[in-house]
């Protein structure tokens, strides 16, 4: 006999058992449009270095959801809202951490660091002193060596649902360089669907530093296929050329006229197989561009890339001088990304805003020398819309 009272708690169990299965159904369609839903955590989780290394994940109300590691401050995730309502994943990485050990270095999403892109034979002086680097992209430095900071685990600390905040402490000799270095670098998703990272440091012994991130985007999707169809803006009316080991010859050119003007919307692939002597260098392009600029200081738009099979558009803001257009010359199909997506040649592209390469060796260039009591500070933004 079933009484009253027993009855109530069966109603009342039934009730909360149809509230829990509504949340998980609702947390369920939330997810089924979000691919990063498909990336564990676990798998990101482990210790090296000391350190624990794990995944964090920035959210805003729009649901854009950005996945960031603190093994090389590496942003493994973008998933944003496309023309059809559903989301895109926009930037290529890894389902696991062990995946960037085991394949190729590509840089996915790191931080660069100490010095991003290439120092001429990994050589430059300071005050009639000079210093060797490591030599890892013969005959020249690239990105800081081959223990640079995409290659360390980050102290994180996750701020808030919108910000992880990164910081690391980069010890005098490290990789060549002098100096003890304190960075931090900060992750910010604005509700303006809008990923600012404001990157900080200062030393106590004269140093050369040009920071940057790394991430790889195509804006139809991670693993989709070709770039080369997608429309890019730089805006800048000179770039620098390089030799054939992509050391600038310390010209500033004029893009006008050239397959690197891209002053107005021009399809990457336009021009990418041109026979010329730069294109040739760069196996494509993979160019410095010397951004106009209004003012040394503030935010300003540096270059937009639309796609219109998603309607997605990337703006990228920055207080640097220059930003190294490269277009995904050296993927192969033998990568392996998410979800066993192939990587393969020019299915990607970098817009890495920075000082220009081998500047400590070009006086014609700007600085990029830090001295102690003085703060190297930057920030570079990447907003992502619908068009």
Request: net charge neutral.
């Amino acid at each position: 006999m079933i009484t009253f009272k027993k009855l109530s708690a069966v109603l009342l169990l039934f009730t909360v058992q149809a509230c829990n299965n509504a949340n998980n159904k609702q947390d369920a369609i939330k997810d089924s449009t979000n691919q990063v839903a498909q990336i564990s955590r676990a798998a990101y989780q482990q210790e090296l270095q000391g350190k624990k290394v794990d995944l964090y994940l920035l959210k805003n109300k729009q649901n854009m959801r950005v996945y960031i590691s603190n093994f090389g401050g590496r942003i493994v995730s973008v998933n944003v809202p496309n023309k059809s309502g559903s989301f895109t994943d926009v930037v290529l990485g890894y389902d696991s951490l062990n995946h960037y050990f085991s394949r190729k270095e590509n840089y996915f999403g790191a931080l660069i660091g100490r010095y991003g892109n290439r120092i001429a034979k990994g050589k430059f002086q300071l005050d009639g002193k000079a210093y060797q680097l490591a030599v890892n992209n013969a005959p020249n430095s690239l990105h800081g060596g081959p223990k640079g900071f995409h290659d360390q685990v980050w102290d994180a600390k996750q701020v808030d649902d919108h910000t992880l905040e990164l910081t690391y402490l980069s010890i005098d000799g490290e990789e060549g360089y002098p100096g003890n270095l304190s960075v931090k670098v900060v992750y910010q998703l604005t509700e303006e669907n809008s990923i600012e990272i404001s990157y900080t440091a200062t030393t106590d012994k004269k140093t050369v530093l040009n920071l940057t991130n790394h991430s790889y985007f195509n804006l139809n999707g991670a693993g989709s296929g070709t770039i080369n169809d997608h429309l890019l803006t730089i805006n800048a009316d000179k770039f620098t050329p390089v030799d054939s080991t992509l050391i600038p010859t310390g010209l500033l050119v004029d893009v006008a006229g050239t397959a690197f003007d891209f002053r107005k919307p021009r399809a990457i692939g336009d021009s990418v197989n041109a026979n010329v002597a730069q294109i040739k260098n760069g196996k494509g392009y993979d160019h410095n561009f010397v951004l106009n600029r209004k003012t040394d200081h503030d935010l300003e738009l540096a270059a937009t890339v639309y796609a219109s099979t998603t309607g997605i558009k990337l703006e990228v803001f920055t207080q640097e001088p220059g930003i190294q257009f490269y277009g995904g010359n050296f993927l192969d199909s033998s990568l392996l990304g998410k979800k066993d997506l192939h990587y393969s040649f020019r299915t990607a592209f970098c817009l890495e805003t920075q000082h220009f390469p081998n500047a400590p060796n070009q006086s014609n260039f700007a600085s990029t020398e830090l001295v102690p009591g003085k703060t190297y500070s930057t920030k570079t933004i990447y907003k992502f819309s619908v068009q």
